[in-house]
């Protein structure tokens, strides 16, 4: 997706309509439990490193319980890697475009987007409902209910979706121009990127030192 600011760049906090500040809190703890479950991974992990090269021991349910505590992290966390704009993306169209030009490709990315993932959280969604009525278990010792591995694929999707549209009618109803503010990037603590509530849109976000 291009560049442009997200809804928690826009809006102050008080003045965030009610809609913002529930999206806004559910992708937060989105974030939250998808870092809770890498964690909790990574501690398994080392627990069956330690009972199979300390201990001597045969491990039944670690490897799977990882690979789906891992795949379910990346689901559950779309909706708070779209609020911070983490995933990768192109400028180099947005940044030849004129300020109209910028505003209507966001529109049309920001619907493609939205169209895109409905239809993967609607077969998700019979996906995950069929290995819940069925009973499904994995092929292995553990044979854990698979609807609640495949449950993170609709949840993902659905809060990755409300995101999504929180985003779009930030471009579409924008609102009152707000004072800069300034966030640290995680990848570049050296430098600190300056959004203007102005600017949405109209220019370029770039970085200062």
Not at 13 to 38: D, H, Q, R
């Amino acid at each position: 997706m291009s560049d442009h600011s997200n809804i928690n760049d826009q809006i102050g906090t008080s003045s965030k309509p009610f809609f913002f500040k529930v999206v806004s809190i559910l992708s937060t703890l989105s974030g939250w439990c998808s870092a809770g479950m890498t964690l909790i991974a990574i501690a398994i992990t080392c627990q069956m490193i330690f009972v199979r090269f300390v201990l001597n021991g045969s491990t039944v349910w670690q490897t799977e319980a990882v690979v789906f505590l891992i795949v379910a992290a990346t689901l559950i966390g779309l909706p708070f890697v779209q609020q911070l704009r983490g995933h990768v993306n192109v400028n180099l169209i947005p940044l030849m475009l004129p300020a109209k030009g910028r505003y209507f490709l966001a529109i049309f990315t920001y619907l493609v987007a939205i169209i895109t993932i409905s239809m993967m959280l609607w077969f998700s969604y019979e996906f995950w409902h069929l290995a819940f009525t069925r009973g499904w278990t994995s092929d292995t010792v553990w044979a854990p209910q698979l609807w609640i591995v495949y449950s993170s694929l609709p949840i993902g999707f659905g809060l990755l979706i409300l995101q999504l549209l929180a985003d779009l009618a930030a471009i579409v109803f924008p609102q009152p121009a707000g004072p800069v503010i300034k966030i640290f990037l995680p990848r570049t603590a050296e430098r600190i990127r300056y959004f203007h509530f102005s600017s949405f849109i109209t220019k370029p976000c770039g970085f200062k030192p």
